[in-house]
């Protein structure tokens, strides 16, 4: 199983940015998808996550601002990021908990994509 980010780049603040991030291999489904951030110097974060059944949950410093979806049908988990701000900007990394083909469940993590918001 593989994850693979990707949409991250080089934005002004105020502006907006989607991230993407596609499941593939030997999936017998995935349970909960999610963003973190990794900022310098600093710790891996939660950013939002969303469960199978669609419930989300964000980290204060973006509520209103992100807004996480995921489509089923193609193992894929989406970030839209509005009004970005400078420290909004970190490498940003997917995250989903799969059960393959031999019904084993773990995390997986995809390998990251930069977002760096201007002044």
């Known amino acids: 199983v593989q994850l693979q980010a990707s949409g991250g780049g080089l934005v002004q603040a105020g502006g907006s940015l989607r991230l993407s991030c596609i499941a593939s291999?030997?999936?017998?489904?995935?349970?909960?998808m999610g963003w973190y951030r990794q900022a310098p110097g600093k710790e891996r974060e939660l950013v939002a996550a969303i469960s199978s059944g669609g419930s989300t949950n964000y980290a204060d410093s973006v509520k209103g601002r992100f807004t996480i979806s995921r489509d089923n049908a193609k193992n894929t988990v989406y970030l839209r990021m509005n009004s970005l701000k400078p420290e909004d900007t970190a490498v940003y990394y997917c995250n989903a908990e799969v059960r393959d083909s031999s019904r084993y469940l773990r995390d997986y993590w995809g390998q990251g994509t930069l977002v760096t918001v201007s002044s």
């Open positions: 291999g030997s999936i017998f489904g995935i349970n909960a």
